[in-house]
């Protein structure tokens, strides 16, 4: 007898898991809760761990360039974070705004606000674009690189922003399907995008074969053709039919007003990731100052953490399509029930990666580096970390919670009080004036983030973004 129920419960599972990846299952405003999780968090984690991929395969072989090459990455995606913000703005906006009339069952309407958020993101990448072309040298003065490291590595923060086309459709397009409940096709993207910067990082950074020994430009060469083939294959499911949402030519018209309404969900979101990422170059810059041992260190190690919090977002980008589509089918309460069974969720999963920072980071981090420096700094990071990172979770999935409402605002207001009234000046002050260094940037992290999650726990209890109307 518990023997077939055993079995049973491990083809329900098997079912789900199937399920989860084919994406056979698109209303999530029905039945059980603990199921529409699962449905949509397997998916979106296993998206955002290949997103994160990207950065962990680029820094293993880009540390393999020394730490020059390292620097140089690191520098140039603190300044790549404002593009980031815009493109993840767009992406929560575009969510939140197609989950809602997803939840209406108006797939028309989430096709317009599709296509019209498409149009947005080109003509922001156009300006990001001739910034990056033109200006490549100063950004990284900007940052704190060394001369040596602007004149020898400039070109890789040429392509990266040059290209940033395939970043900002990557994200927005994702956005779109993880809106309707087509997480499984953002899965599937990024997984294409992924093996073809798999193969192509050592090949073009190396100089392998007939390919040419790029160095670190090979890097960026390798992630913006990966990131392409995914955008393509985005494309063809929008434009084919095959997904929820289905675009047509006519579609990209530009609608004035259509990209207003866009722009007015979707500027909160800009504006968290402004924040948060101008927060990150300040902090940058303050590590940039203890030398590019340093500045390696903590970049690689902040990457290991991207890679778990990564996942955790899948969670949370989970409960933001939950949230967006039962308010839309007038259910509030199940979408508030939704945000604290993710939590929780998320909560479990961030203590076990605690404890593994805690117990394994020196070894993580000589996985990814030798320079005796960059282990030391960046397994201090992990540690001091490790111990607030459970916060993070309710942080998170509370900020998502908001976006997911339609409420961009709340989080924009949470994260200006707690990254820049809070994270920096106190890692300033506590980097140069108690004498603790970089030790110092990695405490201001951790309390800015407990901050963060108490505020969004306080505010969200108090239920305002149930009656947000997009």
């Known amino acids: 007898m518990s023997e077939t129920i055993l079995t049973s419960k491990k083809t329900s599972v098997f079912t789900l898991l199937k399920q989860a990846v084919s994406g056979d299952v698109k209303d999530f405003t029905t039945g059980s809760i603990n199921r529409a999780i699962f449905l949509l968090a397997v998916p979106m984690i296993l998206e955002m761990v290949l997103e994160a991929l990207f950065a962990i395969v680029d820094i293993y072989f880009v540390n393999q360039q020394g730490t020059d090459a390292t620097s140089t990455v690191i520098l140039t995606e603190g300044s790549l974070t404002i593009l980031y913000s815009v493109a993840w703005g767009l992406a929560m906006g575009v969510t939140a705004l197609v989950a809602r009339r997803a939840g209406e069952k108006n797939y028309k309407e989430a096709g317009d606000v599709a296509a019209q958020a498409i149009v947005l993101a080109s003509i922001f990448s156009i300006i990001i674009s001739l910034v990056g072309l033109f200006f490549s040298k100063q950004l990284l003065h900007f940052m704190g690189a060394s001369a040596l490291v602007v004149q020898e590595h400039y070109q890789f923060t040429q392509i990266m922003l040059g290209g940033n086309i395939v970043i900002m459709l990557l994200f927005v397009n994702n956005g779109i399907f993880r809106g309707v409940g087509d997480a499984n096709i953002a899965m599937r993207t990024l997984l294409i995008a992924n093996a073809i910067n798999i193969i192509l990082d050592p090949l073009l950074i190396k100089g392998i074969g007939p390919f040419p020994k790029m160095g670190v430009t090979g890097a960026a060469v390798s992630t913006t053709i990966g990131r392409s083939f995914g955008v393509l294959y985005q494309l063809y499911y929008l434009f084919n039919g095959k997904a929820l949402v289905k675009l047509v030519r006519k579609q990209f018209r530009a609608s ?54 990564l996942p955790a977002w899948g969670l949370a980008n989970a409960a933001a399509t939950l949230v967006g589509q039962n ?29 593994i920072f805690y117990f394994f980071g020196e070894g993580l981090m000589r996985f990814f580096i030798s320079d005796t420096v960059a282990i030391q700094a960046g397994t201090s990071c992990l540690h001091i970390l490790a111990v607030g990172y459970m916060f993070f979770a309710y942080g998170l999935i509370m900020t998502q919670a908001f976006n997911g409402a339609g409420d961009t605002k709340t989080p924009t207001y949470i994260n200006l009080f707690a990254f820049w009234l809070i994270q920096i000046p106190l890692a300033y002050v506590l980097s140069t004036r108690t004498g603790l260094g970089p030790e110092g940037v990695y405490v201001a992290i951790g309390v800015a983030e407990t901050v963060l999650a108490i505020t969004g726990i306080i505010i969200f209890r108090k239920g305002k973004w149930k009656l947000i109307k997009v």
Do not use: N
Request: charged letters at 10%; one cysteine or more; proline letters at 1%.
């Open 327 to 355: 308010l839309g089918a007038g259910s509030p309460d199940r979408a508030e029930k939704s945000v604290w069974k993710t939590g929780f969720m998320t909560f479990c999963f961030f203590a076990l990666v605690a404890l």
């Open 256 to 309: 004035w007003a259509m990209m207003k309404h866009i722009l007015d969900t979707s500027w909160g979101g800009m504006l968290q990731f402004i924040i948060s990422s101008c927060s990150w170059i300040f902090l940058l810059r303050i590590i940039a100052t203890f030398g590019e041992g340093v500045t390696a260190g903590y970049g690689t190690a902040i990457r290991i953490c991207i890679f778990t919090i």
